[in-house]
């Protein structure tokens, strides 16, 4: 019985082999007889690929910083002197000019001494004419006028100290800019350093970024520079470089790089962060072709060009990334083939077959 079942097996596998072999040529793996006779003796077939021609474009090399914006000015507005505040005149957040007054001190004390120094100057400047009068008629020595002339000075220069006293009392914004917050209130006893409240002028924003050594040969003072902040994702600051430091960082080897923006609308506030953005070079009329035509072979990169419908090997040094394409610094010449469609299955001198027509682009490099 056992025997009689392995003789049945074996005539099924015997019939499906013969049925597959009869079929084979109908498969759609099987090899019609002309690619038979082609692979015999007729050349290698032909693997379908898309190619790009290679175009020129405009390449532009950027370096990318961060930094915190600051006031052009800024200042913390202090008293001198102590005394109590007998005047607020400024309102919060409130645009000042240069010369105004910000806060007024008791100054009543100071005011009658100044009256008084200003009657002794009246009296010592009656003094001095009559002395002059006097010795112009030789009446008295010109010693006398003399001293009287010193008493003159001394007095004059008494009420210039008293005056100086009182503008300590009255404390005026350094600068124009606009105000921060009120930190005293009328009637506060302040010492000098008390804080009254902040001065910035926003109407020019300072920003420091640090940039790594190898970009300083690209940043030059007055070169443009575009800034954006989270705040306003949507907008770019355009400014400019003022000052390059004398001095690279020895930890993260960096120099810092101080630029300035206009801010006529006071959108860039102090301490906001900024990712900013220098064009560093521009190269015109370098090659480009598509970034998936490039293949990396440990350190060494190379594209396979179309020629004479065959795939050749051309090693390539390769330079900036451009919105999906790259930079060819040598090894490609613009307007030549190249495969970017089925790379992994070619090799150097494999016949290939072109899908469809080949790509091509004219815009313009950006990176």
């Not at 010193?150 to 009182?166: F, K, P, Y």
């Not at 400014?239 to 960096?254: L, W």
């Not at 300035?260 to 953005?277: K, S, V, W, Y």
């Not at 293949?295 to 065959?310: M, P, R």
């Amino acid at each position: 019985m056992r025997t009689s079942k392995q003789i049945v097996t074996v005539a099924v596998l015997a019939a499906l082999a013969a049925t597959a072999w009869i079929a084979r040529d109908n498969l759609p793996w099987g090899e019609s007889p002309a690619q038979g006779k082609q692979g015999k003796g007729f050349g290698q077939r032909a693997t379908l690929v898309e190619a790009a021609a290679a175009r020129r474009g405009n390449v532009t090399v950027t370096v990318e910083a961060v930094g915190t914006a600051r006031a052009n000015e800024a200042v913390t507005i202090t008293s001198k002197v102590t005394g109590l505040v007998s005047k607020i005149t400024f309102r919060e957040g409130g645009l000042v000019k240069t010369g105004d007054v910000l806060v007024e001190l008791d100054s009543q004390e100071m005011g009658a001494a100044l009256e008084e120094k200003k009657a002794e100057l009246d009296n010592a400047i009656r003094l001095y004419e009559r002395a002059r009068e006097l010795y112009d008629r030789r009446s008295v020595p010109r010693a006398q006028m003399d001293d009287r002339f010193g008493d003159l000075q001394t007095a004059e220069a008494r009420v210039r100290a008293e005056e100086a006293r009182i503008k300590e009392y009255y404390i005026r914004a350094p600068f124009s800019g606009r105000l921060g917050l009120r930190r005293v209130s009328v009637g506060a006893l302040i010492d000098p350093g008390t804080e009254i409240t902040t001065l910035d002028d926003t109407r020019k924003i300072k920003a420091d970024f640090r940039v790594p050594e190898t970009a300083i040969p690209h940043i030059a003072e007055g070169q443009g520079v575009a800034a954006r902040s989270a705040a306003y994702a949507d907008r770019a600051f355009n400014g400019k470089v003022t000052t390059i430091d004398t001095r690279v960082d020895p930890v993260t080897r960096s120099v810092q790089v101080r630029t300035i923006f206009d801010n006529p609308d006071e959108l860039i506030r102090p301490g906001m962060f900024l990712t900013a953005e220098f064009v560093a070079v521009i190269r015109e009329d370098s090659v480009l072709i598509p970034e998936q035509a490039v293949v990396v072979s440990g350190d060494k990169q190379y594209v396979f060009v179309v020629e004479n419908d065959k795939a050749s090997r051309r090693d390539v040094v390769t330079g900036e990334h451009v919105d999906g394409e790259i930079e060819i610094l040598s090894g490609l010449a613009a307007e030549e083939l190249v495969v970017v469609g089925g790379v992994q299955k070619i090799r150097e001198g494999a016949a290939i077959k072109l899908a469809k027509p080949p790509q091509s682009k004219s815009k313009q490099g950006m990176s």
